[in-house]
């Protein structure tokens, strides 16, 4: 079975900052992760996606993550933290191995970041 | 390409009632999945499409019930509607030849009085 675990559900930095948000994921096989920013009455927009290519994983609005698999972590950072980078975001799991469904993704709690300026 | 689209946006009804949710996915896009989140729950699956065949249910009751049409539309219906139905309802669309990969709309925000 998989699972994926974001610590901490609210992350509070100051703009200009590191942001760090953190992800570990079980898996059996190595997965695909996902990371997904939400701000408030919308959707789910992709950040990136880790799907067995390069372990650094560059993606939209100066995030990357880095897939550890000696650690079962996926953490999503930023060197430059800005204002408009307040809102929640969700870190995904999915067995690439299994029959692709939607059913077979799992979503962890989120992580609400605050900017302070 | 547009992206997923989602109507209507908000939408608020009084228990009993019932409502209907369209997702449009991405042009190409055969599979549709519904989520439902709340601030309690978090993001649960409620049902997936593909080629106007549900293929998978998510742990919800029969009330939720959803259809794909043939040009991958796909509408969801909730009856009876209850309090505790109150969520933004998500779909996503996803391809194969895009890995799979969840791509949301904007959500409908349902409020039940």
């Known amino acids: 079975a998989q699972s994926v675990t974001q610590l901490g559900s609210h992350v509070s930095v100051s703009e200009g900052a590191l942001v760090l948000l953190r992800c570990n994921y079980s898996?059996?096989?190595?997965?695909?992760l996902f990371w997904y920013v939400q701000y408030p009455n919308q959707g789910l927009q992709l950040l990136l996606k880790y799907t067995s290519a390069a372990t650094l994983v560059k993606g939209i609005n100066g995030f990357e993550a880095e897939f550890k698999k000696s650690e079962t972590s996926f953490h999503l950072t930023k060197p430059s933290a800005h204002m408009s980078d307040a809102a929640e975001y969700f870190c995904a799991v999915r067995d690439p191995s299994q029959y692709s469904s939607a059913s077979k993704i799992i979503f962890g709690s989120g992580t609400r970041l605050s900017i302070r300026p | 390409k547009a992206g997923v689209t989602q109507t209507p946006r908000y939408l608020i009804k009084t228990r009993g009632q019932q409502v209907t949710l369209s997702c449009s996915p991405i042009?190409?896009?055969?599979?549709v999945s519904w989520y439902q989140q709340t601030p309690g729950q978090g993001l649960q699956f409620l049902f997936e499409y593909f080629s106007e065949t549900q293929r998978n249910k998510g742990n919800f009751p029969g009330r939720f019930s959803g259809r794909q049409f043939s040009n991958s539309r796909s509408e969801m219906n909730v009856s009876t509607l209850e309090l505790g139905d109150s969520a933004l309802y998500l779909c996503?669309?996803?391809?194969?030849?895009?890995?799979?990969?969840?791509?949301f709309g904007p959500g409908t925000r349902l409020t039940v009085l």
């Open positions: 042009s190409g896009h055969r599979s």
């Open positions: 996503a669309s996803s391809s194969r030849k895009q890995g799979d990969t969840q791509y």
């Open positions: 898996s059996s096989v190595p997965p695909y």
